[in-house]
């Protein structure tokens, strides 16, 4: 399982309740296609750039109460209706969007996190609205969970942005454990990257676990998909560390076995949390 803020979207999760599941898909196939708008195929810059501007006027006559959709925005356009969905988080994934046909260097951890707000949180924030449950708390733990479930792609993927020339560890952590962006992947940085990675690692670890406590407030199945999210992210760290932060030799990845323990652990979530409040 990549931990990957679209691939675990919960289009066809059996915990997803029935009712919602169009809108979820609706929300995807808008998400997914303008990400593939930036990231595939072999357009040209300024190619890209307009077809997410065209996303973004689409977007503006959903606003404007408007029509004449494509049937992926007319799709949409129902969704945002029915559940007074706000568009500003659809802008906000447009805007990431955008920024990935621009930009394949961070310098700051503050410019990933502003990437991250834009790139993943929206998601975790539209998944509140179909729910009921966009309030000040929720949002602030959901994007938590999505900035955080963004890093772990970033490390679990360094190998294939590298391909890709791009690099989501910050520049100014890499200058601070003295590696070379032209040289992650070189044998003679593996005993720095391992210390580079073992901070990236942590620091996401602590995000995650700073927003779990919304996997525990959300009642139903909402509650327990996100504490398999939760889950699984935590796992990838795991594996992460448990190849040394080798993840050129090794990417880490989700077994079957690994399935079974994230099964077990988000059922225990609950548990330990009552045990907390009861010696509180």
Known sequence: MPVDHYENFPVASILLPKRLRPAVEAIYAFARSADDLADEGDAAPEERLAALTAYEDALARIEQGG???????????????EFELPLKPMYDLLSAFKQDVLVSRYQTYDALLDYCARS???VGVLM????????????????????????????????????????????????RYAISP????????????????????????????????????????????????VQGGLRILDAIEAAEY??????????????????????????????VLRTA
């Not at 029509?67 to 209706?81: G, I, K, S, W």
Request: charged residues 30%; proline residues 5%; glycine residues 4%.
């Open 67 to 81: 029509t004449d959709h494509q049937p992926m925005f007319e799709r949409l356009a129902q969704v945002v209706r």
């Open 128 to 175: 509140l609205h179909l729910y009921g449950a966009a309030d000040e708390e929720n949002v602030r733990d959901s994007d938590a969970i999505c900035t955080a479930l963004q890093l772990i792609n970033f490390l679990q993927d360094v190998a294939i942005d590298l391909h890709k020339e791009r690099i989501y560890i910050p520049l100014e952590d890499l200058n």
């Open 182 to 229: 032209a040289a992650l992947d070189h044998a003679s940085a593996r005993p720095r990257w391992r210390s580079l990675m073992r901070f990236e690692v942590d620091r996401a670890r602590q995000l995650l676990l700073s927003g779990a406590p919304l996997a525990l407030r959300l009642p139903g199945r909402i509650g327990f998909e996100l504490r398999m999210v």
């Open 120 to 122: 993943a949180n929206p």
């Open 246 to 275: 080798d993840v050129f030799l090794h990417r880490p990845k989700l077994s079957k076995r690994d399935w079974m323990g994230i099964l077990w652990a988000s059922l225990r979530m609950k548990k330990r949390l009552k045990a």
